[in-house]
């Protein structure tokens, strides 16, 4: 069964960083690409960066590109989201899962597998 834990949230200052963790569990080969998203109060939940696990490509949503990094431990079966120079925008719920299909969760942003739980980042003066 396929598992996401995110942790390494929290509550930081504009201009802060911050690193997330999603341990994942039960991931099979037939799934090719892992996926963060957030969702902020009152909105929906939207993609913000995307790795493809056969060869390692990143994808990142225009808001995050050149302030967020994804990279994934095969050894660990872990994935992090790297967060600098953090904006209010930023802060939401952020969550891992995973997809099959490269296209559908890397450019359209949409998952058809399961989710984890969510971890709270607030980015606040």
Request: net charge neutral.
């Amino acid at each position: 069964q396929l598992q996401f834990v995110e942790s390494g949230g929290g509550l930081v200052q504009p201009g802060a960083s911050l690193r997330l963790s999603c341990a994942v569990s039960g991931l099979t080969s037939e799934y090719h690409a892992i996926a963060w998203f957030r969702q902020a109060p009152g909105k929906e939940r939207e993609g913000v960066s995307c790795v493809v696990t056969d060869d390692g490509s990143t994808y990142y949503a225009a808001s995050v590109k050149g302030r967020f990094t994804i990279a994934r431990d095969n050894a660990e079966n872990t994935v992090y989201l790297q967060m600098n120079s953090l904006k209010p925008e930023d802060t939401g719920v952020y969550y891992c899962t995973a997809d099959k299909q490269i296209y559908r969760l890397c450019s359209r942003w949409t998952s058809l597998g399961s989710w984890g739980q969510g971890t709270q980042v607030t980015v606040s003066s």
